[in-house]
């Protein structure tokens, strides 16, 4: 069988995190069973995704929820069901949204290159609120008048970033969008664990949340979740299914037939096409996502951290362990004087070693445990003091 090695592909220890491009997380055991007991037999893709739907709904309280070819692709299937609703004629048109409301508000502060997954889908992103916080200009974040001042008749939406520093409120430009018929789509991609972030964001009253599949939960990387609105699941199921079929023979399952005037044709979404095996892959992975003690495994991993300070400070080198909530991930700080020289270092290492790098700039290396291995722990402490002490 064909290996990374046969390949010329050398392996690196993750110390990274679930970034995408070391690959995300470790699939589950459970995971990769369901993929391959899924490989074995066919189902409708569409008749699959409906029922996983009705599973969403009950492990999460959304009214409905399908599974996607990752977070991003998310991101643009439900900016895509904003934008065409159950209009088969504008799902076709996408990108090409010049004839109808096309704008999504979004906060200054909340931008980033993410965002070019909404916009992929023809949305065109109008910032309101001023970033003075980060440019050192004053105190404030975008507030939720400001949202409501940009409404006119070219919105279509609004897309909002979660993250538990995100202002204003969620539940602030939730009112917002709710008053004035509006939805609200949220890129929370990263913001698992802890668990109950799931019910707690639908909870929100957003029409449309976005998740990783390939992170905390341990599902394949290629997956995501989109969850929300009945109506709007069903415009964006609707734009990435296989639609080569006979308007004759074909029948809707999200929505009734009579709702469409007649039936889309492929969308925007038909190259985000997601597999039975990925479909099933990561509904076992989020089973047991939603089984386990996420607290215990957030320990787990606090342990993994503070056995390697541990090793650290033997050879001399400073470390501080960041662990906010018992309920979020656990973060090692390594403060070095040469931060960039130190991530270049490990990483042409032998083992090559990846560390959590957004606070280079800051002189510190991070390191997440959420995807090492136990028995990577001692190989990664020596490469750190190898690096840290240019042996």
Known sequence: MLSFKDLGV?????????????????????????????????????????????????????????????????????????????????MGSLPDTENFPHEFIISRDHRSGYDHAVRASGARLLEVGLNEVISGAGVRRTESWEYEAAISDKTAGILYVYSSESAPALEEVVAVGQQHRIPVLVDAAGELPPPS???????????LIAFSGGKALGGPQATGLLLGQKKLIASALLQMLDMDDHPQLWTPSLLDKNELRGMPRHGI???????????MALMAALECFLQEDNTQRMATYAGMLSDIKIQLEKAGVSSHLVWLNPETIPKLHIPTEEAFEACESLRNHSPRVFVGHNLLNQGIL????????????DSLSQVLIHCLQGE
């Open 10 to 90: 050398e392996q690196v220890i993750n110390a990274c995190g679930t970034v995408t491009r070391l690959g995300g997380s470790p699939l589950r055991p459970e995971a990769l069973e369901a993929y391959q007991q899924a490989s074995l037999q066919a189902v409708a893709l569409e008749e699959l995704q409906t029922a996983v739907s009705n599973q969403l709904a009950n492990w999460t309280g959304a009214e409905a929820g399908i599974i996607t070819s990752g977070a991003a692709a998310a991101l643009t299937l439900g900016a895509a069901a904003i934008l065409a609703g159950n209009d088969p004629a504008k």
């Open 197 to 207: 972030n799931l019910k707690k964001l639908m909870a929100s009253g957003a029409d």
């Open 269 to 279: 979404g038909r190259g985000f096409k997601v597999s039975k095996e990925s479909i």
């Open 366 to 377: 991070t390191i997440n445990a959420i995807a090492l291995r136990e028995h990577q722990v």
